[in-house]
């Protein structure tokens, strides 16, 4: 029909799920399963490696070798250059329409993703939306 448009097709995943870490073995196993579990599967995890030096960084390359979703990279040589850093870094290597930074020592609820993407999606002039957490 004349005048009309295909609606918008997605390429990527929606979401992007930036987590930096350095030397978080303790936690990000759990901060990497709350993001596996999403009711979402509409995602891709950047795990972005902040100069690690303990067993963080072996986890995080095994999971991206087995999970299609979860990408591994870290900064030349291995550098700890900071949050500010592997954020702008992230971002730009990001893949999903939307952007969500997650600490490795943290966790989402179970359909985080899905409720943060819905309001995006229904608010198209939101630069952002942020979430409680306790």
């Known amino acids: 029909m004349p005048g009309t448009q ?27 399963d709350s993001v596996l579990a999403q009711t979402s599967a509409e995602w891709e995890l950047l795990l972005f490696d902040d100069g690690s030096s303990d067993g963080g960084t072996t986890y995080a390359q095994e ?3 087995s999970e299609a979703r979860v990408r591994y990279t870290r900064h030349p040589g291995g550098q700890n250059r900071g949050l500010a850093a592997i954020r702008v870094a992230g971002a730009a290597q990001a893949r999903g329409e939307y952007l969500l930074f997650l600490d490795h020592d943290d966790r989402l609820w179970g359909d985080a993703l899905e409720r943060l ?14 979430a409680a957490a306790r």
Request: some cysteine; charged content about 20%; hydrophobic content about 60%.
């Open 6 to 32: 295909a609606p918008a097709v997605s390429v990527g995943p929606k979401i992007t799920v930036c987590m930096a870490f350095r030397d978080g073995d303790d936690f990000i196993r759990e901060a990497v």
């Open 63 to 65: 999971l991206a070798a």
């Open 117 to 130: 993407a819905a309001v995006l999606d229904t608010q198209p002039a939101a630069a952002a939306v942020l």
